[in-house]
């Protein structure tokens, strides 16, 4: 069995002349959990498209768990789980009903709708009509129905959106269970501290294109700016970069000359990084 | 096809329509009028006679719009009839149709506000006979007046015509004959004035010189008669039934289930669904099985409390199905067409106004054709005749065109769907 969960190859989508996602070729290991950023209009929820079957692919190709997503589609199906960034309930059923009308179609026994409502922590809130439930429990009840069948796959779009910091740890939790289990999972996020803390890998697209994948702290490390800007007693401003020798002795002088009436230090996180790398200005 | 997601599907219509009462709420209120239409009947259902000629029920407003002159050969005197100039109202209301010999004593349904008068030959002791059957609507023997009066001058001058020629062909002097009155209206008058052409023709035959090769009369014997057209006039209890059984299926089948359909597609329940292990096939054939069945289901039920014998006709059962059918169609191609409920729901609506518009306008403006092309008007026809049980040969004919319009639709539906995806 090939250790690759999801294998994209120069993957084109077209809508029209305009290309969504232009010769995309990335490669998803099998648990790992790997998030897919960039900047709005980038190509990640078409990805995710192709991926669920939901959008043919205008060339190229796209493999998960070693089948083709256009043949192999109804095989696939049934080893994924997908969570929308726009949640689709039946309002008028309770998240209980939700829940066991999908583990029927999955013929998953009713006692795992329970234990997904658990899992989320819904279990208080499981007979109430879905219209009743404020958006966090809805986001949460659409991945406690991802997991209904323990998927070997897991696509999440911006699952963290709209949920208080506990809810979006115990996502967070369960994804990492989930991964741990061996299970794969992507997700889409603007949230940069959440990739930073859960990814494994990140990939980074931006006009349909990988500008960059690798982990996250290698992303970080290696597209980090470290910067100093200084106030010299006669109210001039300069600002040094710390990366460069030139720059690190300037300011040593200038601090050892005893000239620096005030300084403070930059160290670009991760959200600069990733508007370095998507071409973006940072405020 | 896996049973258990098909039952899965079909269960989540089932509390869906449970947990929104509104679809409920009107089926009760259709068994509480089909309840009270029933038991509270102050009169026995009428029966009539059905020989002859009848009146299609249905008809909006009185008179006669349109008329038929039907005949079994094309003659002289028809001939004569078809060229001869008309007043401008009666220009496109007049309509010529020759109906075979061997059906002319078959019974003949016309739709409503039309009347006819049929020229039948026949002969009695070796004389020719040309009968005149002029068919009005039921009670209303002057509704034709304005046909009549045209009718029997240009017959009259036809036969006039027809007397010329027989008697320059014996030789007798033609000019003699006197020229026909037009202007009595009287039914007696234009028989007698019919008569007295024959014995005014005879007279100058009989001094034509030379020997008579015949002594039959050159003209035709002529009869004259109005006849009523049969057929139960319109019963409202009967039509209020149909009217009932017709709208229990439009609604599931051509407003529930599209709307109900597009509302799945626009808030993404759908998609949850498709990418669930149930194919779309399976998802497509649970609504497929639910709106039909119910419809059907329904239907059945006011139609049986109405009239409890109409379940064992099969006509019935026939008719409900290929309503269904077409119904089902329309509304499957409202729900491709439509992206959104409240587009499904204004598909429903006009399809519904649109159609019933044309209905009205063609019966009114008398447009042929036209009207057999929808699956409305052959539905309640069929549906109605079942219910009053008097099914006869046109409505196994209005049956076969609801069964083709029915496949039509169901064919139209499944290649938009292959075209437009289902989603």
């Known amino acids: 069995m090939s250790d690759v969960a999801i294998h994209l190859d120069a993957l084109r989508v077209h809508y029209g002349h305009f290309a969504a996602v232009d010769g995309l070729t990335l490669a998803i290991k099998r648990g790992e959990l790997f998030g897919l950023l960039g900047p709005n209009g980038a190509g990640k929820s078409t990805t995710i498209r192709v991926l669920i079957g939901q959008r043919l692919p205008t060339a190229g190709q796209a493999r998960v768990l070693g089948l083709d997503v256009v043949r192999d589609w109804a095989a696939i199906k049934p080893r994924f789980g997908y969570v929308p960034d726009r949640e689709n309930h039946f309002e008028e059923f309770s998240g209980r009903r939700n829940l066991e009308f999908f583990a029927d179609l999955y013929a998953t026994p009713r006692t795992r709708v329970l234990e997904c409502l658990q899992l989320v922590e819904l279990e208080d809130a499981a007979d109430l009509p879905v219209r009743g439930y404020s958006l966090g429990m809805r986001r949460k009840l659409l991945l406690a129905r991802a997991l209904l069948h323990e998927p070997e796959l897991l696509y999440l779009d911006e699952p963290t959106a709209n949920l208080d910091i506990h809810s979006a740890d115990v996502v967070h939790r369960i994804l990492r269970e989930r991964v741990a289990a061996g299970a794969t999972v992507v997700l889409t996020t603007h949230d940069m501290d959440e990739v930073e803390k859960i990814c494994d890998r990140v990939g980074i697209v931006c006009r349909g294109k990988l500008v960059a994948l690798d982990s996250p702290l290698a992303l970080k490390t290696a597209h980090t700016e470290h910067k100093a800007d200084i106030e010299t007693t006669l109210h001039e401003r300069f600002t040094f970069d710390l990366d460069t020798a030139a720059d690190r002795e300037r300011l040593a002088e200038l601090i050892r000359a005893g000239h620096v009436a005030t300084m403070r230090t930059r160290e670009f996180d991760f959200h600069a990084t990733f508007l370095k790398l998507t071409g973006q200005e940072f405020e | ?423």
């Open chain 2, 1 to 423: 096809m896996r049973l258990y997601i098909l039952r899965a599907l079909l269960v989540k219509e089932v509390r869906r329509h449970l947990a929104n009462r509104g679809g409920l709420a009107l089926i009760g209120l259709l068994i509480v009028a089909a309840l009270l239409l029933s038991f509270f009947n102050p009169n026995a259902a009428g029966a009539a006679g059905q020989d002859g000629m009848v009146a299609e029920t249905g008809g909006l407003v009185g008179g006669v719009h349109h008329c038929f002159i039907e005949y079994g050969r094309v003659t002289p005197l028809v001939r004569h009839l078809q060229k001869a100039p008309r007043p401008p109202e009666l220009q496109e209301t007049i309509r010529f149709r020759e109906i075979p010999p061997s059906q002319v004593n078959e019974l003949i349904t016309y739709p409503p506000g039309v009347g006819s008068i049929q020229i039948r030959e026949t002969s009695r002791d070796g004389r020719p006979v040309l009968q005149f059957h002029v068919w009005h609507p039921k009670d209303a023997p002057g509704a034709m007046a304005g046909y009549e009066q045209w009718f029997w001058q240009e017959t009259r001058r036809g036969l006039q015509e027809m007397a010329v020629h027989q008697l320059t062909a014996v030789g007798a002097d033609a000019g003699k004959l006197g020229q026909p009155q037009y202007q009595d209206k009287n039914l007696w008058a234009i028989a007698e004035s019919f008569h007295s052409l024959s014995r005014e023709v005879e007279l100058i035959r009989s001094l034509a010189p030379g020997p008579v090769a015949s002594d039959k009369p050159l003209l035709p014997e002529i009869e004259i008669r109005h006849e009523a057209l049969g057929g139960t006039p319109l019963d409202l209890r009967s039509a209020i039934a149909t009217a009932m059984v017709v709208f229990s299926l439009y609604f599931t089948c051509v407003y529930l289930l599209p709307t109900l359909n597009c509302e799945e597609r626009e808030r993404g329940i759908l998609l949850a669904q498709a990418l669930s292990p149930a194919s779309p096939y399976e998802i497509l054939m649970a609504k497929f099985l639910f709106y039909p069945v119910i419809g059907i289901g329904l239907a059945a039920l006011l139609a049986g409390i109405y009239k409890p014998e109409v379940l064992s006709s099969l006509f019935f059962w026939l008719s409900l199905l290929s309503v269904a059918g077409g119904f089902l169609g329309i509304g499957m191609t409202v729900a491709t067409l439509a992206k959104t409920q409240r587009a499904a729901f204004m598909g429903s609506m006009c399809y519904l106004m649109s159609v019933a518009l044309l209905l009205f306008i063609c019966q009114q403006n008398g447009i042929p054709g036209l009207p057999y092309l929808a699956l409305e008007y052959h539905g309640p026809r069929i549906l109605h005749a079942a219910i009053v049980g008097e099914v006869y040969r046109n409505h196994w004919l209005h049956l076969i065109a609801a069964i083709f319009l029915a496949w039509c639709w169901v064919f139209a539906a499944g290649w938009l769907f292959r075209r437009r995806g289902w989603q």
